[in-house]
């Protein structure tokens, strides 16, 4: 599957909630994920535009490989997502056999995140609104698709962007923008 996405920066999620209400969007429980980031023995993850990492919400566990992203306006790119055993067994398990196989860890990114979901033309979508620690407040806007409805997942992306009053798109990652700032603090 593709993962169709566009991040922003966000300063005020009031009224955009308010517009996602209007909308029908429907609140999930507020989470906190916690994503582990590993690279990669035999090649550079942030040279590929690739990603692996274990995302722990709780005692839930997954384990998602992103590939590298597709075109200039959005974040689209391939995304498998298996999960795992629940606990902190199983994740431990999981990161330790990553060492093995000669996986580094890359950095540990923590989040708050509200999920709004909501069906437009078609389409399940997700909206989220995650304060990320260290680098900042943020609203994505997703959808997972087939390859062969790509181009309308992306317009429809762009299109509601648009009317959530959202600016210029982030295209870095979590990750790369935690980095970066880990990078500037002295």
């Known amino acids: 599957m593709l993962e169709v996405e566009m991040k922003f920066s966000a300063a005020d999620t009031t009224t955009l909630e308010q517009r996602l209400r209007a909308w029908g969007a429907i609140p ?61 067994r199983p994740a431990g398990d999981f990161l330790q056999l990553l060492g093995h196989l000669g996986y580094r860890p890359v950095a540990i990114v923590r989040k708050h995140r509200r999920i709004y979901r909501v069906q437009r033309e078609g389409y399940p979508v997700e909206i989220c609104l995650d304060e990320v620690d260290g680098v ?28 959530l009053g959202l600016g210029a798109s982030e295209r870095r990652s979590y990750l790369e923008m935690w980095l970066t700032n880990q990078r500037s603090t002295p």
Do not use: C, W
């Open 28 to 88: 999930e429980a507020p989470l906190r994920e916690e994503d582990h980031y590993h690279n990669a023995p035999d090649r550079d993850f942030a040279r590929t535009d690739e990603a692996l990492r274990l995302r722990r919400i709780g005692p839930t566990n997954f384990v998602t490989y992103k590939g590298p992203k597709r075109d200039a306006q959005t974040k689209t790119r391939t995304e498998v997502e298996v999960p795992l055993a629940e606990g902190d």
């Open 136 to 163: 900042g407040s943020f609203v994505e806007v997703e959808i997972v698709t087939a390859e062969e409805q790509l181009e309308p997942a992306k317009a429809l992306v762009m299109k509601l962007a648009a009317e």
